[in-house]
């Protein structure tokens, strides 16, 4: 009996393993961004935002930069520096498989929160895309978060 219950126990947890419970990809589009989430993700809308998707674990807020109002002179290495100055933070910019960004920490809502902004210039705006999660699960879901972030197209 105990070797019938290890044997269905171990079927059960190949079948988890095997399911294709990963969910599948999803493209979004807000203002000429396109960006590859999953269709774990849905779209709010949330003032001071372009497009912001939200998951059970993750959260993206995407800001579009209008050339018109900025110009379009800045790189985006100028344009991470001028968001930084603007919303008085201090921390630096950092680049890593071809992604100008940089990351911070922050309290919402009584929850310890981790947000990677990843910077890009597209043809007519410079953009913005924060991703944020649970600092307790940033370690786990960083290689994700870049995922999406390759995602991304103009």
Excluded: P
Excluded at 4 to 10: G, K, S, T, W
Excluded at 31 to 36: F, K, N
Excluded at 37 to 50: S, V
Excluded at 86 to 101: I, L, R
């Amino acid at each position: 009996m105990k070797k019938r219950n290890l044997i269905a126990l171990l079927l059960c947890a190949v079948m988890l393993l095997t399911c294709g419970c990963s969910a599948k990809a999803k493209t979004f589009t807000a203002s000429g961004m396109t960006i590859e989430l999953t269709e774990d993700f849905t779209e709010k809308d949330m003032l001071g935002f372009t497009a912001v998707y939200q998951s059970e674990d993750v959260f993206v807020f995407a800001l579009k930069e209008e050339f018109d109002i900025l110009g379009d002179e800045m790189n985006v290495d100028e344009y991470a520096e001028l968001v930084l100055e603007a919303n008085q933070m201090d921390t630096e910019v950092k680049h890593d498989n071809g992604h100008t960004y940089f990351t911070f920490d922050k309290t919402v809502s009584g929850k310890d929160m981790t947000y990677t902004a990843v910077l890009y210039k597209g043809e007519d705006a410079y953009w913005m895309i924060q991703f944020a999660c649970l600092s307790k699960d940033y370690d786990k879901l960083e290689d994700t978060i870049f995922g999406y972030a390759n995602s991304v197209e103009f």
